[in-house]
């Protein structure tokens, strides 16, 4: 790698462009998001914690194989967020087993979700 190159690279860190620059969006429109569902339970005149957003049903079969695995790893974290909470050790071996579509309806009604 060049000082040319490396510089170029540095200069778009600290360009509006950048992938690091969007992440920092991302993460501000996030907290407002957050903020603003706080604001809205608080204001329902509730005073325990905000119940945890539903989880998206998992991609279609014919989605990015990226898709599909950040989704598994966001399910698998919701799970173990759950069953070990709950100290449910045997749940959370089971829900590692899942398909995605088991674990998503699984998941979701353990947060009380209406699946229709």
């Known amino acids: 790698m060049t000082i040319e190159s490396l510089n170029k690279r540095i200069a778009r860190l600290g360009d509006s462009a950048s992938p690091m ?10 907290c407002a998001r957050h903020k603003a569902r706080q604001d809205e339970w608080r204001a329902a005149g509730n005073t325990g914690r905000i119940p945890p957003e539903p989880l998206e049903p998992p991609p ?3 989605a990015r194989r990226l898709d599909r695995e950040t989704w598994r ?3 698998d974290g919701h799970a173990r ?10 749940e959370l071996k089971a829900a590692y087993a899942m398909s995605d579509e088991d674990l998503w309806q699984t998941l979701a009604k353990h947060n009380g979700a209406d699946l229709g």
């Open 21 to 30: 620059a969007n992440l920092a969006d991302s993460l501000d429109m996030a």
């Open 73 to 75: 790893k966001i399910a």
């Open 81 to 90: 967020v759950i069953f070990l909470l709950d100290g449910k050790f045997d």
């Open 60 to 62: 279609g079969k014919t």
